[in-house]
């Protein structure tokens, strides 16, 4: 499979639920990133890993908790989320220094 | 503060007309500006991007034009056509940055 895929593509969970979204990359990139898509608002950058290393955390609430095992794959942990924590999660990747970000399809996120 | 600005929020175009869709930013450290692509139910794909020393890129129907006294650029589609019926964001970051900031998109609706 190539570029960049997530899963699962659809969740719905409660407010008590834990749950998590993957992301494997498969274009041999260094750098990962999660990403929120709410309607009408701009792409907001949540995580971003370099080498496996955590270099950007946009003031996210820690019930969003990221995890790089290694430069393939990402994962983002989620627990006690609100309702507005409703949106599509979009992860991306890079390679170290290059600006050219390539997205995967997104996993639609909906808490009840 | 929304770093990128960007006009209209939706577009509708007759096939074979022009769409334009407009961004501005701020901060003159940004020098590099890419336009994404997204379909229903798709990640956002890399269209086209322009870094400052160019006023114009063009690649196939599609056009950047980049004004860096007036901070602000837009991309131009030739010949419009229904299967570019998507949302198109602009966005904006530092060569080599992590950060990248977005636009709130547009709906470009292309009618036969």
């Known amino acids: 499979e190539t570029g960049v895929t997530q899963t699962p593509r659809h969740l719905v969970m409660g407010m008590t639920n834990k749950k998590s979204l993957k992301c494997e990359q498969h274009?041999?990139?260094?750098?990962m990133y999660w990403y929120k898509q709410s309607a009408k608002k701009p792409l907001e950058l949540m995580f971003v890993?370099?080498?496996?290393?955590?270099?950007e955390n946009n003031s996210v609430p820690s019930r969003f908790s990221p995890e790089c095992p290694n430069s393939s794959h990402l994962f983002l942990h989620l627990h006690t989320l609100q309702p507005e924590d409703s949106a599509l999660y979009l992860c991306?990747?890079?390679?170290?220094?290059?600006?050219?970000?390539?997205f995967g399809p997104g996993t639609r996120l909906t808490v009840t | 503060q929304q770093q990128v600005k960007q006009s209209p929020q939706s577009l509708i175009v007759q096939k074979g007309g022009i769409s334009i869709i407009n961004c501005a930013y701020e901060n003159t450290a940004f020098d590099y500006f890419p336009w994404y692509q997204q379909f229903p139910g798709k990640g956002p794909a890399l269209l086209i991007a322009i870094r400052p020393d160019v006023s114009e890129k063009k690649e196939g129907r599609f056009t950047i034009s980049f004004n860096k006294s007036a901070k602000q650029f837009s991309l131009h589609i030739m010949d419009s056509q229904p299967g570019d019926s998507a949302t198109y964001f602009c966005a904006a970051s530092s060569w080599g940055g992590n950060q990248f900031y977005f636009g709130t998109g547009t709906s470009l609706t292309v009618i036969p």
């Open positions: 991306a990747s890079s390679r170290t220094g290059s600006d050219e970000q390539y």
């Open positions: 274009l041999g990139h260094n750098a």
């Open positions: 890993y370099s080498l496996e290393e955590r270099v």
